[in-house]
T-cell receptor
Framework: EPEVTQTPSHQVTQMGQEVILRCVPISNHLYFYWYRQILGQKVEFLVSFYNNEISEKSEIFDDQFSVERPDGSNFTLKIRSTKLEDSAMYFC????????????FGPGTRLTVL | RKEVEQDPGPFNVPEGATVAFNCTYSNSASQSFFWYRQDCRKEPKLLMSVYSSGNEDGRFTAQLNRASQYISLLIRDSKLSDSATYLCVVNLRDSSYKLIFGSGTRLLVRP
């Protein structure tokens, strides 16, 4: 069964450093998403991406965040200058063009900012 | 008011028990409804979509009441492996199709 993959599984970084989280969505999916989950809290929407552009972004997704689909398979989330409060699980998700609302999640990247 | 509200639990039940979770959502424009399951420090996994007519998948039954903005999940004959956090999720079907998550209800099934 096809699945969303994410790398790395765990990233430790110093405050102020840039990080890039990588995702490979399911191959025939057209809609891509990033969510995050701070430990003990609910899953929160960050950004959605379709047709090589952002469809919507949340208030969390400020100028420090960016997304890119550099080739036909990868979907990346970059945080330019990490803060302590960016420590969280970051989940990538994707969906087809037909059932846009049925999203499949990757295993997540645990980001720890020291 | 929270967009999606759930009782955090935990619900602690013996194997074989029937357990029900409820969820309310605040935005009447919500169009799609789901239950996801999340194990500790893992990704949310789609358990089932929820339809107005109600739907069943094995031991799991989901119901939607649009008038009351209320969603439920019933688990029959609980198994130890059902222990997890159950997330109520809605989608506005706006331009982004973003999912809005509840905080989850924790279920512990004991032997």
């Amino acid at each position: 069964e096809p699945e969303v993959t994410q790398t790395p599984s765990h990233q430790v970084t110093q405050m102020g450093q840039e990080v890039i989280l990588r995702c490979v969505p399911i191959s025939n999916h057209l809609y891509f998403y990033w969510y995050r989950q701070i430990l003990g809290q609910k899953v929160e929407f960050l950004v959605s991406f379709y047709n090589n552009e952002i469809s919507e972004k949340s208030e969390i997704f400020d100028d420090q965040f960016s997304v890119e689909r550099p080739d036909g398979s990868n979907f990346t989330l970059k945080i330019r200058s990490t803060k302590l409060e960016d420590s969280a699980m970051y989940f990538c998700a994707s969906s087809t063009g037909v059932r846009k609302d049925t999203q499949y999640f990757g295993p997540g990247t645990r980001l720890t900012v020291l | 008011r929270k967009e999606v509200e759930q009782d955090p639990g935990p619900f602690n039940v013996p194997e074989g028990a029937t357990v029900a979770f409820n969820c309310t959502y605040s935005n009447s424009a919500s169009q799609s409804f789901f239950w996801y399951r999340q194990d500790c420090r893992k990704e949310p996994k789609l358990l089932m979509s929820v339809y107005s007519s109600g739907n069943e998948d094995g031991r799991f039954t989901a119901q939607l009441n649009r008038a009351s903005q209320y969603i439920s999940l019933l688990i029959r004959d609980s198994k130890l492996s059902d222990s997890a956090t159950y997330l109520c999720v809605v989608n506005l079907r706006d331009s982004s199709y973003k999912l809005i998550f509840g905080s989850g209800t924790r279920l512990l099934v004991r032997p």
